[in-house]
């Protein structure tokens, strides 16, 4: 059985024009889960992980709005929120689509800490977009009265961003290895992990960061010594020159190909870059290892190669 990692984007937790409630983020869930368990039943052993940008980032809100009623808590904290209830509705929507097709298999979130450099150069450059999107004149308001950096997002509007460090040591690795060897389907890094420091005795403290997710998956790929790392988003294939005329999509890329597209430009920070990023990474790690990037919907037949775009 192959084992394999897959990160999912935010589109498989949350469909744009619908309303951000639990409600109807449980029914995305659900759909989602569909298409992971056709993934199951075809025989791989998956691990999943997950993004948490916009879930956070109203977390954040949350706790900022009410903070004359109870105190607002850290940005570390508000991740582990976030962890919590993704975890919990893929737990649900999972469970039911693999009891569905009589798959004896039981899943399991655990809430999961990313050890961080607190030396890592990205802390003074804050790259990570969270929350929801906002035209430029009101982007520009709350930054001038929350101090937030914000920064356009890839065409699509302007969002809060924060720093965004490598991942460096997942600290629940050993409960996430148990769980597999266990038969679970686990469910870790949400969000790309609960970024944390270690002091100089090791203890753990939580630091206002947002791991990226791909990247933390990629980390997780290794350390499980997974076969193949699945990065899925709201297109079926990478392209260069996106939104251009000469805009190609690619079946397959080498990992000279994925550096030269990299050094070239076509990748934008804080959406495709770092998917890319991450599949080179894994890629390298080990001698006949692949990853793919494609659309939730196509995942099965990216995994048979005749979709998605393959890194190897």
Known sequence: ??????????????????PATAESQHEVVEATSEYIADIIENQYEVVLAHGNGPQVGRIVLQNEYANAITPAM????????????????????????????????????VVTQV???????????????????????????????????????????????????????IVELDAVKCLIDGGFVAVTVGGGGIPVIKDENGNLMGTAAVIDKDLASERLAEDIDADALVILTAVEKV?????????????????????????????????????????????????????????????????????????A
């Open 1 to 18: 059985m192959n084992r394999i990692v897959i990160a999912l984007g935010g589109n498989a937790l949350q469909e744009a024009g619908k």
């Open 74 to 109: 850290p940005f570390d904290v508000c991740g582990a929120m976030s962890q919590g209830y993704i975890g919990y509705h893929i737990q649900q929507g999972l469970q039911k689509a693999l009891r569905a097709r009589n798959i004896d298999r039981r899943v399991v979130t």
């Open 115 to 169: 050890v961080v450099d607190k030396d890592d150069p990205k802390f003074l450059n804050p790259s990570k977009p969270i929350g929801p999107f906002y035209d430029e004149a009101e982007a520009k308001r709350i930054a001038s009265e929350k101090g937030y950096v914000m920064k356009e997002d890839s065409g699509r509007g302007w969002r809060r961003v924060v720093a965004s460090p490598m991942p460096v040591e």
């Open 239 to 311: 392209c260069i020159n996106f939104g251009k005329p000469e805009q190609q999509s690619l079946s397959k890329m080498t990992v000279d190909e994925a550096r030269r597209y990299i050094a070239e430009g076509h990748f934008a920070p804080g959406s495709m870059l770092p998917k890319v990023e991450a599949a080179v990474k894994f890629v390298e790690s080990k001698p006949g290892r692949k990853a793919i990037i494609t659309s939730l919907d196509k995942a099965v037949e990216a995994l048979q190669g005749i979709a998605g775009t393959t890194i």
